[in-house]
């Protein structure tokens, strides 16, 4: 069976988060299993994670914690380890785009809703900047400074944004579109389209864009018209869900479920 890490936004809870996004009825109706990491309030008042910090007391701790907890999992119920995809909203895209970076062997695509551009902050305020406004500096060069692109394996992505977004603009969707274009080598190092092909398309509720290479989808990002920070197409008795838009769950999964990791065992990077 799959596996499908959810990680859940400031202010919410494990399962707040699960019945916002309802995504728990999509696994009983495609046979996937749903794990919920849930920051703690020790940790953070609000539930926050640490995205912003990668040092092994703060988000990086964090994120080898989720990692182990993977692990764990996948051991005990005899999960996929060829199929384990990783999902976050705002602050858990957040600590979702470090997982993708740091551990790319264990996860087979990620998917970020109203995510934050990766590398720029490395505080709260710097944080909160990069939320407001994107990053000042070149996507292409902090993904550069955090990994060597070479030995990179890829990472198949689908990016979420609101238009209306005022908690994190959309221009973060943009911005780590190209950081995932460079992880996964549509473009150089100068930020120069190598292969692949972009197709746009206008929606009634937003607009689609997806990055194909070999015939096969390895990024898709939707801007949804009329969406603010909100999970699209959820459960809007739930804060920060919004019945607005497409349904975000079941376009993630549609997403994820013709990408593979090809290896198994999965490593432990956390030993590494």
């Known amino acids: 069976m799959p596996l499908v890490v959810m990680m859940h936004g400031c202010q919410q809870s494990a399962e707040e988060f699960a019945q ?20 703690s309030k020790t940790a953070h ?27 764990e999992v ?17 602050a858990g895209a957040g600590l979702a785009a470090m997982l993708a970076v ?12 109203s995510g934050v551009v990766f ?6 305020i710097g944080a ?25 394996p890829g990472m198949p992505a689908m990016i979420v944004h609101g238009e209306l977004d005022s908690v994190v603009s959309k221009i973060n969707a943009e911005q780590l579109t190209t950081e995932f274009l460079r992880l996964n080598r549509f473009t150089d190092a100068n930020g120069v389209w190598r292969n692949g092909e972009r197709r746009e398309e206008t929606q009634a509720d937003g607009t689609v864009t ?19 920070h909100a999970w699209s197409g959820g459960d809007d008795t739930v804060p920060f869900h919004s019945s607005k838009g ?3 769950s079941a376009i993630l999964w549609e997403f994820f479920k013709y990408q593979r990791r090809v290896q198994s065992p999965v490593r432990d990077e956390t030993l590494v």
């Open 20 to 39: 916002g996004t309802r995504i728990n009825l999509l696994a009983d109706r495609f046979g996937f299993a749903v794990l919920y990491p849930e920051q």
């Open 246 to 248: 497409p349904d975000a």
């Open 128 to 152: 909160m900047d990069a939320m407001r406004r994107g990053s000042r500096s070149d996507p292409v060069g902090l993904i550069d400074a955090a990994v060597d692109v070479a030995d990179y």
């Open 45 to 71: 008042v609000h539930r926050c994670w640490h995205w912003y910090e990668d040092s092994a007391n703060s988000g990086g701790g964090e994120a080898a914690a989720v990692v182990s907890l993977v692990h």
């Open 102 to 113: 740091k551990y790319p062997s264990l996860f087979a695509a990620v998917g970020l809703h």
């Open 119 to 124: 590398g720029d902050a490395n505080s709260a």
């Open 210 to 228: 997806d990055y194909v290479k070999g015939g096969r989808r390895v990024i898709r990002t939707c801007i949804v018209r009329g969406l603010g």
């Open 74 to 90: 996948v051991a005990r119920h005899r999960f996929d380890a060829e199929r384990i995809y990783l999902a976050g909203m705002s």
